[in-house]
């Protein structure tokens, strides 16, 4: 054995000691360290000829990387969709390291951990209050999630033309709907060679809405004089948080023949609370679902599943099926997760979620949840009473939506978001929403409380009287 390996293979306990201070001592400062940095470092591209060992690369780490680390899971980073890590995540995800599984097959002499990904599903389903019709899988984020989706949308409208484009690639026209379609959809569009231009934007709802108009969606669907199309639709866009109106579009799914998406990467969430839960009433008629787990479920990067419903299994078998490696097994059989999902080896991503819903069950999520729409409302309070900002959107769930008030203040926007994130104590996103520059904050970590919230409107302050 090499003998930097055997030394630290001699050294773990201490090595992993060593780790876990360190990481306690990250946690415990969440609060404190800034949530920005502006340093660049020197990149090494020579690599020793000889190892340095374990202990002597941590300190490496620590000098020259550990001190930029920023508190990107910390309780006032709100840019883009950020959430942080609950302690039973940290704990199974750590383990997954350990223990190290590929996560593949559910039968035969291999490992259990499929079984552990399934019953993980099963919990996520309960924990949505969504049917057991669905099947599922983890993959690395929202973005990887809505292709797997679409991937099979795309092989449906195949099969509904007795093509079957996983094996002669696609040909003809495909026709999809969106309305405000996330961009890692419309980049899926781009990796799925359908092309990411090839869509027809619906109407939006009118006042200030981001939803799907539902009359011009009938009437596109009517155009379309029974073709198969796909329809994208949203639970929660990433702006303004708004909902397409999912009863009605299960009613039209009635009359008109088409494969019905739902990315809610966070806002399924809503699911978790009695009172925000009627904005997801009727998902469960979707063809397929996309959920993220590292922003609302609060587990680390990356984690996120598909929900696809049970009576399109051949189809995703078509789509992601190992189809020349006869050693893999009959795909239709045995369900393996290789011959489902884009990637063949995977981690047991499932087992943070695993443990953080165990852990903390519907009623700990439900108060996560509402915790964070509380702490959106209460900045979109003080955003619309004050007199130098104001809301783009109503607060409709955890996501504040906002800019300088008075058009003429326009082009201060972004010197004043460079001056906020600047301060390290709160990062947000820029924005553009309709045709004004805007600034998002997104509420789904569980550590803001109000103080933080005091915080971040002190700060706000500041930067603006500068
Ligand atoms: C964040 C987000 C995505 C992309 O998710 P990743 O996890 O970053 O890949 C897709 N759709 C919506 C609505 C999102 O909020």
Redesign the pocket.
């Known amino acids: 054995m090499n003998q930097e390996l055997e030394q630290d293979l001699k050294n773990i306990d201490s090595l992993l000691k060593k780790a876990k201070l360190q990481g306690l001592a990250f946690l415990e400062s969440l609060s404190e360290r800034p949530t920005s940095v502006n340093q660049t470092v020197v990149l090494n591209s020579k690599l020793n000829e000889i190892g340095i060992g374990a202990e002597a690369s941590l300190k490496l780490f620590n000098e020259k990387f550990e001190i930029l680390m920023v508190s990107s899971a910390g309780p006032r980073f709100l840019g883009?969709?950020t959430g942080g890590a609950t302690p039973a995540a940290i704990l199974g995800d750590w383990l997954t390291t350990i223990y190290d599984q590929n996560t593949q097959s559910t039968k035969g002499q291999g490992d259990i951990s499929a079984i552990i990904e399934i019953e993980t599903i099963k919990l996520l389903l309960d924990l949505f209050d969504l049917p057991d019709n669905f099947i599922g899988g983890f993959v690395?984020?929202?973005?990887?999630?809505?292709f797997t989706c679409l991937a099979v949308a795309r092989q449906w409208i195949g099969n509904q033309n007795g093509k079957d484009f996983a094996k002669h690639g696609v040909s003809g026209e495909i026709k999809i709907f969106s309305a405000t379609p996330?961009?890692?959809?419309v980049k899926s569009l781009s990796m799925l060679g359908i092309g990411s231009n090839n869509f027809i934007k619906i109407k939006l709802q009118e006042g200030n809405r981001e939803s799907i108009d539902l009359d011009d969606l009938e009437n596109q669907a009517k155009a379309l004089n029974g073709l198969p199309f796909i329809l994208i639709s949203?639970g929660?866009?990433?702006n303004t948080v708004d909902f397409d109106d999912f009863m009605a579009i299960a009613k039209l799914k009635e009359k008109y023949n088409f494969w019905w998406h739902i990315?809610?990467?966070?806002?399924a969430f809503a699911s978790c609370s009695p009172t925000y839960k009627h904005l997801m009433s009727g998902w469960e008629l979707a063809d397929s679902i996309?959920i993220?787990c590292?922003?609302w479920l609060n587990v680390p990067y990356?984690s996120?599943i598909f929900l696809v419903k049970e009576k399109h299994k051949i189809r995703q078998i078509e789509t992601f099926q190992n189809s020349n490696a006869p050693y893999l097994g009959n795909t239709f059989e045995d369900l393996s997760y290789l011959n489902f999902l884009p990637e063949n080896s995977r981690r047991l991503k499932a087992l943070p979620v695993w443990f953080t819903l165990n852990a903390y069950g519907k009623k700990g999520y439900q108060e996560i949840v509402e915790n964070s729409i509380e702490m959106a409302i209460s900045l979109g309070e003080f955003i619309s009473e004050s007199k130098g900002f104001e809301l783009l959107a109503p607060v409709r769930l955890n996501n504040v939506c906002f800019t300088l008030r008075g058009d003429e203040n326009q082009n201060k926007v972004s010197d004043f978001l460079f001056r906020l994130n600047q301060t390290g104590k709160v990062f947000m996103t820029p924005t553009v929403y309709n045709g004004k520059k805007g600034i998002r904050a997104s509420f789904v970590n569980w550590r803001t409380t109000q103080s933080d919230i005091e915080i971040i409107k002190s700060e706000m302050l500041k930067c603006l009287n500068f």
């Open positions: 883009f969709v690395t984020g929202a973005t990887m999630s809505n996330h961009s890692s959809v949203s929660g866009t990433v990315d809610s990467a966070f806002g996309t993220d590292h922003k990356e996120a």
